[in-house]
């Protein structure tokens, strides 16, 4: 009954800590694409998507599409941002316990933002 408790606890701790990951993800997105639909450069946009998640080590953001100078709102930006997300307590071990594999192996979070040029 323990491992099991343990399994549901631990998952509950992994899972918030996740979705906490997830929402400051979108938020960086946001932040980033708006400098892309106003026309900012890479650097800028990085600069503001990893000032955009301080509680997140190692954001990437790659800039799909930005707006030249002169763009109308028919082109629009976008900014795809990713953060490798691992687990900190022992979920994947209690999981083998149970003959499951890979439930504690780091996954990849991903956000997208696409706003309209200005």
């Known amino acids: ?22 929402i400051s993800l979108t938020g960086a997105a946001r932040e980033g694409v ?4 106003l026309g900012y450069g890479n650097a800028a946009i990085q600069a503001r998507v990893a000032a955009a998640a301080p509680s997140l080590s190692g954001v990437t953001a ?6 030249p100078q002169g763009a109308g709102p028919a082109a629009d930006a976008q900014v795809d ?3 490798q997300f691992s687990f900190i307590t022992p979920i994947g071990a209690i999981a083998g316990f149970f003959g499951g594999s890979g ?3 780091p996954i990849v979070l991903t956000a997208q933002g ?5």
Request: hydrophobic share 60%.
């Open 81 to 83: 941002v990713s953060y």
């Open 1 to 22: 009954m323990l491992p099991v408790l343990l399994l549901i606890v631990f998952g509950i701790i992994d899972f918030g800590r996740a979705l906490n990951a997830q």
């Open 62 to 67: 790659t800039v799909v599409a930005s707006c």
């Open 103 to 105: 439930l504690g192996a």
């Open 114 to 118: 696409v706003e309209p040029c200005e």
């Open 34 to 37: 708006r400098l892309a639909a």
